[in-house]
């Protein structure tokens, strides 16, 4: 589906199901960044504790990946909500962004490490 799906009817459907509610009154942008906010808090609880291995593991377990596949899409929900409230054309700022981290993190310099203090060389 996501190959076939566009961003601006997902949006719409975040804007129907808050329009239906007649929840616009609640989704100021403070209330929506708060509650993005928890629903990322939730999706990082399904790996507290959990090693690398182990949280890579989860893609075997049907019932831990429905689950966390549930808190993304309560983030991107929410992601979608703000974007909606703020008016903000998502494809557009996150196409910027992409360039602009393109620009901070060059591939010759950051191939492989994490940031400018990882004491790994480059490969």
């Not at 596949?69 to 991107?76: H, K, L, P, R």
């Not at 054309?89 to 191939?111: H, W």
Request: glycine share 4%; with cysteine; proline share 3%.
């Amino acid at each position: 589906m996501d190959e076939s799906t566009k961003i601006n009817s997902i949006r719409e459907i975040v804007r129907e199901f808050v329009q239906q509610r007649n929840w616009q009154q609640f989704h100021s942008p403070k209330n929506l960044s708060m509650a993005l906010a928890i629903e990322a808090a939730e999706l990082m609880e399904h790996f507290q504790w959990l090693t690398v291995e182990e949280s890579r593991g989860v893609v075997q377990d049907e019932a831990k990946l429905a689950a966390i596949g549930e808190e993304i899409a309560d983030v991107f929900c929410y992601t979608l909500a703000m974007v909606n409230e703020l008016n903000l054309d998502l494809t557009n700022i996150f196409t910027k962004k992409m360039e602009r981290n393109r620009a901070k993190y060059p591939v010759a310099e950051f191939r492989g490490r994490f940031g400018k203090d990882d004491p790994r060389p480059v490969s």
